[in-house]
């Protein structure tokens, strides 16, 4: 995995630093969007906040990342697909998040849909967030449900 974590930092003209191959191998490892706690729980006391932020901004900045909004005003992030660079995020598609677990996860193969805007107007960014139970929750008996969308509620 290290040289797959390299190759990227190498791609997007990053040094390779020990914490920027360690956060990337915890995206790489990931099931779905992290939120920036997670990934400091993940990398434990190698880090710091502060740390975790900067490297946030800078893989953000140079494509390796994408940053999805979420309802209570909190980003959550997810590796970015194989096209994105510096100049421009090519990851135009849905986001789902899981009304049960919380799980945020980047639906690859459905497309935002286009938005005819007034006259004028310019679009910037476009964002989808589809809200509802993953497939995981689906399976769960009814009190699993409850104690796992209580336990994702207290995150917030």
């Known amino acids: 995995m290290e040289k ?6 190498k791609k997007h003209n990053l040094s390779v630093t020990q914490v920027r191959v360690r956060i990337l191998e ?3 490892n990931a099931n779905g969007a992290l939120s920036h706690s997670e990934i400091e729980k993940a990398g434990g006391t190698t880090f710091d906040r502060v740390t975790v932020y900067r ?20 980003v959550r992030y997810a590796l970015c697909k194989e096209t994105c660079t ?10 789902f998040v899981c009304n049960i677990c919380g799980k945020t996860v ?5 497309s935002i849909p286009s938005v005819k805007l007034p006259e004028g107007f310019l679009p910037g960014q476009v964002q989808m967030i589809v809200n ?6 689906q399976s769960l008996p009814a009190s699993s449900k ?3 969308s209580e336990a994702s509620s207290s995150k917030k």
């Open 55 to 74: 490297t946030l901004q800078v893989f953000e900045e140079k494509g390796v990342i994408h940053a999805i909004p979420t309802a209570d005003n909190s």
């Open 26 to 28: 915890i995206f790489l």
């Open 4 to 9: 797959e974590t390299q190759s990227v930092l």
């Open 86 to 95: 510096e100049q421009h995020h090519h990851d135009n598609h849905v986001h």
């Open 132 to 137: 509802g139970t993953c497939d995981v929750c």
């Open 106 to 110: 980047c639906l690859d193969n459905i």
């Open 146 to 148: 409850r104690r796992l």
